[in-house]
């Protein structure tokens, strides 16, 4: 079955600062990931998604993610983090071939402080 | 208003009591899912729905249960609600394109339960 870590419950980064939310995952065959972000008291937005192409993966937000096949990574990144990015963001993962399931991670909790 | 809705936003309720939560989208996409999250656990998926009439278990399943008589409503009843079942539970669809499996789930603002 489908899987992703997420191995940091929490991440503080200064307002300004690059912001690396990090996620591996396991899947067999292709993997299809996705990125999201929940404010407080919110429902899970969704940020961007590799299905196939070019490794880089630009999004909302100014945010961008980096499919890794060796590593079986897809790191969400931002060259200057806001305060505002302060937010729970959820790595998740489909597996190819029509099933239509996400497997998310944990989530990880970023604080930028300002 | 275009998109996805649920209600009620907030619901207490008693241990044994039945509940229900609404679901609503005005997409027509093909696929419903309803999650639980719940803190050090992140969402977990309990059922989802493919088309109308075509639902299917996921990972969390016992003591629920739903419905899809149409494609833009997914009900989740809570049958005889436990204290376990206290949680943030979020409902969410996607569109079918060629199979479905790169098309991005969108969520509903979540219904809040608290079995007391």
């Known amino acids: 079955a489908q899987s992703v870590a997420q191995p940091e419950d929490q991440v503080n980064v200064a307002e300004g600062n690059p912001l690396t939310v990090k996620c591996t995952y396991s899947?067999?065959?292709?993997?299809?990931l996705f990125w999201y972000v929940q404010y407080p008291n919110r429902g899970l937005q969704f940020l961007l998604k590799?299905?196939?192409?070019?490794?880089l993966v630009k999004g909302s937000y100014g945010f961008e993610a980096e499919f890794n096949k060796s590593q079986t990574s897809f790191h969400l990144k931002k060259p200057s983090a806001l305060v505002s990015d302060s937010a729970l963001y959820f790595c998740a993962v489909r597996e190819g071939g029509g099933n239509n399931r996400l497997a998310f991670g944990k989530g990880n909790q970023v604080v930028v402080i300002p | 208003d275009a998109g996805i809705t649920q209600s009620p936003r907030y619901k207490i309720t008693e241990t044994g009591r039945q509940v229900t939560l609404m679901c609503h989208q005005t997409?027509?996409?093909?696929?419903m899912f309803w999650y639980r999250q719940d803190l050090g656990h992140g969402l977990r998926l309990i059922y989802y729905?493919?088309?109308?009439?075509?639902?299917d278990k996921g990972e969390v399943p016992d003591g629920y249960v739903v419905s899809r008589s149409k494609t833009e409503n997914f009900p989740l009843t809570l049958e005889s609600a436990t204290r376990s079942q206290t949680s943030v539970y979020f409902c969410?669809?996607?569109?079918?394109?060629?199979?479905?499996?790169?098309?991005?789930?969108?969520f509903g603002p979540g219904t809040r339960l608290t079995v007391l």
């Open positions: 590799y299905i196939t192409g070019d490794n």
């Open positions: 899947v067999s065959g292709n993997p299809y």
């Open positions: 729905s493919a088309a109308a009439d075509i639902t």
């Open positions: 997409w027509s996409h093909s696929y």
């Open positions: 969410a669809s996607s569109e079918s394109l060629g199979g479905g499996a790169g098309s991005e789930q969108f």
